[in-house]
């Protein structure tokens, strides 16, 4: 078996694992929760192909989708993740990573703030306003989405610095 499938199948299944054991069952001032299984998508091989980005996209969301109980919402937001997320990479460099996959170290640690907080915040914009559907006040919706990209921000960098 190829070395880097078994390390994206572990990456895969701990990401999604911490998120449903441990995570989810984490909340700051009652409406905060990170999300790091986001943390797989972030460090797929940039070579990657968009379709590939998108399967597994939708079988992490899927997951997720299942684990809390949400019609689709995660599933959604993986998948424009996997849609757009070397779109995103490519206007931020204008060079080519081929093969490598996104980390602190390959990206440099400012280049990746900017690709990983991106990707997050296009993430976590896609859930909560699909998860509103106009219920909650915008401000509040607004809110939630730049809290909990900043803390997931946050809990993914701290996972980077560690990782190697």
């Known amino acids: 078996m190829d070395n880097s499938i078994l390390k994206y199948t572990v990456v895969f299944f701990t990401a999604g694992l911490m998120q449903v054991l441990l995570f989810s069952n984490i909340t700051f001032l009652g409406f905060v929760s990170p999300y790091v299984y986001l943390s797989f998508l972030l460090i ?7 379709n590939w980005q998108m ?5 992490m969301g899927l997951c997720m989708d ?7 919402i995660h599933t ?9 997320r070397n779109t995103w990479i490519d ?4 060079i ?22 991106g990707v997050i915040l296009l993430h976590h914009t896609t859930i909560f306003l699909l998860e509103s559907m106009s219920v909650q006040p915008f401000w509040l919706t607004l809110c939630r ?6 803390i997931t921000l946050f809990l993914i960098l701290c996972y980077e610095l560690v990782r190697r």
């Open 44 to 50: 797929l091989p940039v070579g990657l192909s968009r």
């Open 91 to 94: 206007s931020l460099f204008h």
């Open 76 to 84: 959604s937001a993986c998948v424009l993740v996997g849609a757009l």
């Open 66 to 72: 299942l684990s809390f109980n949400t019609p689709g």
């Open 145 to 150: 989405i730049l809290l909990n990209s900043v």
């Open 96 to 117: 080519d990573f081929a093969m490598a996959s996104p980390s602190v170290h390959t990206f440099g640690f400012v280049n990746f703030i900017k690709y990983a907080g």
């Open 55 to 59: 399967l597994l996209g939708f079988i």
